[in-house]
T-cell receptor, first 120, second 114 residues
Framework: GAVVSQHPSRVICKSGTSVKIECRSLDFQATTMFWYRQFPKKSLMLMATSNEGSKATYEQGVEKDKFLINHASLTLSTLTVTSAHPEDSSFYIC????????????????FGQGTRLTVV | AQSVTQLGSHVSVSEGALVLLRCNYSSSVPPYLFWYVQYPNQGLQLLLKYTTGATLVKGINGFEAEFKKSETSFHLTKPSAHMSDAAEYFCAVSHSGGYQKVTFGTGTKLQVIP
C-alpha cells in the first residue's frame, strides 16, 4: 500500500487560535484528498474533498470559512481550523487517492494516522 | 444515495472463536465495499475491499467478507479470533467507478475475551 502521513498526531490549542493539520502522501501523488472528522463513539463524517490545484468541495453543514482546506501540491493538503472553539475538539483524519504509480489502484484511498485536536 | 448499517456497536467473542461483524448497505448503483480497522487514536487501515469479480474477498490478518447482492450485505468474518483483533471496525461503501465519496457505517467495536 501507499503511505499517508498526517501531522501533528496530537495538538492542544487555546480557544480562539488557529491550528493547521498537514496531510502528506509520501510515496505517491495524491490527486484527491479527503478530510474526515470523527466524533467520540461515532463514525467518520466527510468534511470536504479536495483536488490538487482547485478549491475544496465541502459537505453540507461544514463551514468553509472555519475549516480551510488547501491542496496546493500533489503530495500535500492542509486543514486549518480557524478561531478554534472547544466544540471543534475532535479526531481529524485525512485520506488520499493517488495516481501515476504502477500498481496503485484508484479504487482505494489511504488514510493518515489522524490528529487529535483538543481546544481548551 | 448510499448508506451503510452495521448491526451491533459492540461485539464480544472469546479468543479462538468465530468473528462475525455484520454490514448491510444501500446503493442505487453497483457499490464498492470496504472494511477498515481502527486502533485507538490511529487512522484507518484497509482490511479488504470488493470492487468487481469474485464475491468472496480475502483480506489481511485472516479476515474475509462475502458480497451478497440479493441480501445487500457484506459481512466480515474470521474463523478464529486473536487478542490483537480487538479494535473498531468500519464498513464503508462508495460508488463504483473509482474511489468517490465514501460513506462509513457507525462502526463495531470488537472485544476479544481471553
Amino acid at each position: 500500500g501507499a503511505v499517508v502521513s498526517q501531522h501533528p498526531s496530537r495538538v492542544i490549542c487555546k480557544s480562539g487560535t488557529s491550528v493547521k493539520i498537514e496531510c502528506r502522501s509520501l510515496d505517491f501523488q495524491a490527486t484527491t484528498m479527503f478530510w474526515y472528522r470523527q466524533f467520540p463513539k461515532k463514525s467518520l463524517m466527510l468534511m470536504a474533498t479536495s483536488n490538487e490545484g482547485s478549491k475544496a468541495t465541502y459537505e453540507q453543514g461544514v463551514e468553509k470559512d472555519k475549516f480551510l482546506i488547501n491542496h496546493a501540491s500533489l503530495t500535500l493538503s492542509t486543514l486549518t481550523v480557524t478561531s478554534a472553539h472547544p466544540e471543534d475538539s475532535s479526531f481529524y483524519i485525512c485520506s488520499a487517492r493517488g495516481a501515476h504509480r504502477v500498481g496503485l489502484s484508484n479504487t482505494e484511498a489511504f488514510f493518515g494516522q489522524g490528529t487529535r485536536l483538543t481546544v481548551v | 444515495a448510499q448508506s451503510v448499517t452495521q448491526l451491533g456497536s459492540h461485539v464480544s467473542v472469546s479468543e479462538g472463536a468465530l468473528v462475525l461483524l455484520r454490514c448491510n448497505y444501500s446503493s442505487s448503483v453497483p457499490p464498492y465495499l470496504f472494511w477498515y480497522v481502527q486502533y485507538p487514536n490511529q487512522g484507518l487501515q484497509l482490511l479488504l475491499k470488493y470492487t468487481t469479480g469474485a464475491t468472496l474477498v480475502k483480506g489481511i490478518n485472516g479476515f474475509e467478507a462475502e458480497f451478497k447482492k440479493s441480501e445487500t450485505s457484506f459481512h466480515l468474518t474470521k474463523p478464529s479470533a486473536h487478542m490483537s483483533d480487538a479494535a473498531e471496525y468500519f464498513c464503508a461503501v462508495s460508488h463504483s467507478g473509482g474511489y468517490q465519496k465514501v460513506t462509513f457505517g457507525t462502526g463495531t467495536k470488537l472485544q476479544v475475551i481471553p
